[in-house]
């Protein structure tokens, strides 16, 4: 069966041989959808198995839209209603985030007000039922379907809660609809430095982002910190409006350029600003993509912020949706981005592939140099380059794996079961009673980390071997390297005691005061933040844009 939906992939995906889209033949097109036709028709009709006809085309529809970016989709009527709310920004369910565990799909965090926390639910817990149905093999899609319904229906979420003596718990939930908050958080950093995170750009992005800038400005803030890291992006519209809060009305701020007039626009902003001038400073890393860049990349060229942080991701194309028989949905890239320095920031070409079909982002040496309203360099094909950027160091293996394997979520729920309460967001930290709690959690038998340096002794132990390099006195060495290498996971936790506390302290956090707290602790220690802060409070700012007091 694999090989026969990839095999009706191959042939639909020969219809693409309009890759030059529109400009390919009329009779090139009708010819090769005619092949596909006669050839699907071929195999239900003397394919020895029976065919699903939907997994088929979708298999064919998906392999052929991936051979042209991913950001161009098929979206099924049964898959839209997750769409609409990524871009609504809000949807019917019982609000909360779950997670796919090999013990099954867990309850990972409700939201703050959701229906799920008024009923009871917590991180950790085990979804063992729904409306009476075992949840045993489920993925956690199919979990979220049957979580989600309409606003004011009920469902019943049977569940096994770790760390309690009563652990098998029932809740009847109403369903609600579920707003999605754009700014989790907005307030006064030190120095009178207004802090603004925003997680997309939706429908209710705009409104959000005004008040949280005027309810600053009220309080007295002499700068704005606008957080988008981590920021996939969202609506262009959105993106736009944002930048009115900042930018005076009518200032250019994009144009697209794609096929046809109806794909060429220009975009200014149409909304009374709330404070052109007060110093702005923008937070963006390799998460921060489309209406992020926008903004960022805008607010760069009219030397209206400066940038603080990594390199944004690099997505300059322009998505729209066109509808489809039977109520499905094309999303489809109909024009790339150019913003107000001319520049396209996307950082890959798919228009161009190595000979294994990969590809790979625009080398820095081909990139082209544009300038900003004052005069400063800037440069296309690779995202948005900060003005200043933080170096922050990798992410080491047992780090990664303490985080991935849930060793920190696990001792969180467990915390959270056995402490009634903690500090606030602000003062709490990972105490050395904590900390040493946390390195008792953790079972040595069931932690699963790269041992690297025992690893590479091994490969260079049998490479010496099989070189004819072996002998006694080399065996004592590779026997005495080893030995000062093996790892001691006690050993490890506390070197990487650093590293990992700011993981530990957000999940413990998020235990009591969700995702509002745990921002609220990550700007304790927040290299880019205090950066943007000095930024702001300085003459630095006005050196970085060139700007004259």
């Known amino acids: 069966m694999k090989k026969l939906t990839l095999l009706a992939a191959a042939f639909l995906a020969i219809v693409i041989l309009a890759s030059a889209a529109t400009r390919s033949k009329k009779t090139d097109i009708s010819r090769n959808l005619d092949v596909f036709n006669s050839l699907y028709k071929e195999l239900q009709t003397f394919y020895v198995d029976s065919i699903d006809a939907e997994k088929s085309i979708n298999t064919a529809i998906n392999a052929m839209l991936n051979d042209i970016d991913p950001y161009t989709e098929y979206i099924p009527a049964k898959e839209q209603e997750q769409f609409r709310s990524m871009t609504s920004g809000e949807y019917g369910g019982i609000g909360s985030t779950i997670q796919e565990t090999p013990k099954g799909v867990i309850i990972a965090n409700p939201y703050e007000g959701s229906p799920a926390l008024a009923a009871g639910l917590k991180p950790g817990d085990l979804i063992i039922m729904i409306d009476g149905d075992s949840t045993a093999g489920w993925r956690s899609s199919k979990v979220s379907e049957h979580l989600k319904g309409q606003s004011g229906t009920t469902v019943k979420v049977t569940v096994n809660r770790p760390w309690t003596d009563d652990s098998i718990k029932t809740f009847d939930i109403k369903r609600a609809k579920i707003q999605i908050p754009s700014v989790p958080y907005y307030g006064m950093l030190r120095d009178n430095i207004g802090y603004i995170t925003l997680n997309t750009f939706s429908e209710k992005s705009y409104p959000e982002v005004r008040k949280a800038t005027e309810d600053l400005l009220r309080n007295g803030a002499r700068g704005i910190v606008l957080d988008l890291r981590g920021n996939g992006g969202g609506l262009v519209e959105s993106a736009v409006q944002i930048l009115g809060i900042f930018l005076p009305k009518g200032t250019t ?282 930024v702001l409070t300085t003459p630095r700012y006005q050196q970085t844009l060139n700007l004259r007091k």
């Open 253 to 534: 701020v994009l144009n697209t350029r794609g096929k046809g007039v109806l794909n060429d626009k220009t975009y200014k902003t149409s909304v009374n600003p709330v404070d052109t001038k007060i110093p702005l400073a923008v937070l963006i890393d390799g998460a921060s993509a489309s209406a992020s860049e926008i903004v960022t990349g805008a607010l760069q060229d009219l030397d209206r912020a400066v940038v603080i942080g990594n390199r944004s991701f690099g997505k300059g194309l322009v998505q729209s949706t066109r509808s489809l028989p039977y109520d499905g949905l094309l999303k489809v890239t109909v024009a790339k981005y150019y913003i107000p320095s001319g520049r396209l920031i996307q950082a890959i070409d798919y228009s161009r592939r190595n000979p294994d079909g990969s590809v790979a982002r625009i080398p820095d040496s081909l990139t082209t140099v544009f300038h900003t309203a004052g005069g400063r360099e800037v440069r296309d094909g690779g995202g948005i380059t900060p003005d200043i950027t933080i170096e922050y160091p990798d992410v080491n293996r047992l780090t990664y794996n303490v985080v991935r394997d849930n060793w920190a979520f696990d001792f969180a729920t467990r915390y959270a079961a056995r402490n009634a309460s903690i500090a606030a967001p602000e003062d709490f930290e990972i105490t050395d009673t904590i900390y040493a709690e946390f390195k008792e959690f953790i079972d040595p038998s069931r932690f699963d980390y790269d041992k690297v340096c025992e690893t590479a002794v091994d490969q260079l132990r049998k490479l010496a071997d099989s070189e004819g390099y072996m002998n006694d006195s080399i065996k004592a060495q590779f026997d005495l390297l080893a030995g000062m290498l093996r790892h001691d996971l006690g050993h490890d936790l506390d070197i990487n005691r650093k590293n990992i506390s700011p993981y530990l302290a957000s999940e413990i956090v998020g235990r009591y005061y969700y995702d509002r707290g745990q921002i609220i602790n990550s700007l304790r220690d927040d290299r880019t933040v205090d950066s943007a802060i000095v």
